[in-house]
């Protein structure tokens, strides 16, 4: 397969995130009476963006989370980002190794994307082509953050690649018609991840950067030299 771009997630493929994130989140929610825990929100809702889980949790729960909420978590979440978020082992080498034309597709909002990518000192690598769920109707598993990348970019849907962590990721990178790889080096990343992620249609999994680049050289014709 010729590829003409590749389409990176955000967390938990450049910056391992979610399982900071969501210990944030499981804390906000239990104050206002929704008790969860960071394995139920990792069990359940990586991939999706913030919005989509409150929204259903929500719905579960019959409680209505107050004014505010999401946008006080989200500001707890960065400011936890700031002492403890680290990028995923290898992203830089990875990212450094390959000139193929790239940009991030996101289930986080804009702020919050560049925020963690700065602070791993990889912005550079993807500024200005970084995509969020909130620039679509539908997020994860919908297509259409994929298919919104890919035409902004000036891409055929057929010849993106796209690296994620996440089933609900994968879901909609097949649903877009592009080849997806599943890429389970994040901390959040359990026993059976990877199968999940072949279920769900992935080509194949990586457990490591340093396996991906190597398949990415392959597929793309990047050298490993090439920056």
């Not at 900071?20 to 825990?37: D, K, M, Q």
């Not at 702020?111 to 500024?127: A, D």
Request: with cysteine.
């Amino acid at each position: 397969m010729g590829v003409d771009l590749v389409i990176f997630d955000c967390d938990g493929v450049l910056v391992d995130s979610e399982i900071v994130s969501f210990e944030v989140e499981a804390e906000a929610l239990a104050e206002v009476g929704i008790a969860v825990t960071t394995r139920d929100l990792l069990d359940r809702f990586v991939g999706t963006s913030s919005a989509a889980m409150f929204a259903t949790l929500e719905r579960e729960h019959g409680i209505g989370l107050p004014a505010g909420f999401a946008e006080r978590t989200a500001r707890r979440c960065l400011a936890a980002f700031d002492t403890r978020l680290r990028p995923i082992d290898g992203i830089a080498d990875l990212l450094a190794g390959s000139a193929r034309p790239r940009c991030v597709a996101s289930s986080s909002d804009p702020p919050r994307i560049r925020h963690c990518l700065s602070l791993v000192g990889i912005l550079h690598h993807f500024e200005p082509h970084i995509f969020s769920a909130t620039q679509v109707t539908r997020g994860k598993p919908a297509p259409d953050l994929f298919l919104l990348a890919a035409e902004r970019m000036g891409a055929s849907p057929g010849r993106c690649l796209v690296i994620e962590d996440s089933v609900a990721g994968v879901t909609a990178a097949r649903a877009a018609g592009m080849t997806v790889l599943g890429l389970t080096a994040g901390s959040h990343c359990l026993d059976g991840h990877a199968q999940k992620l072949r279920h769900a249609g992935a080509s194949d999994v990586f457990d490591s950067c340093c396996e991906l680049a190597g398949d990415l050289a392959a597929r793309t014709g990047a050298s490993a030299n090439s920056s």
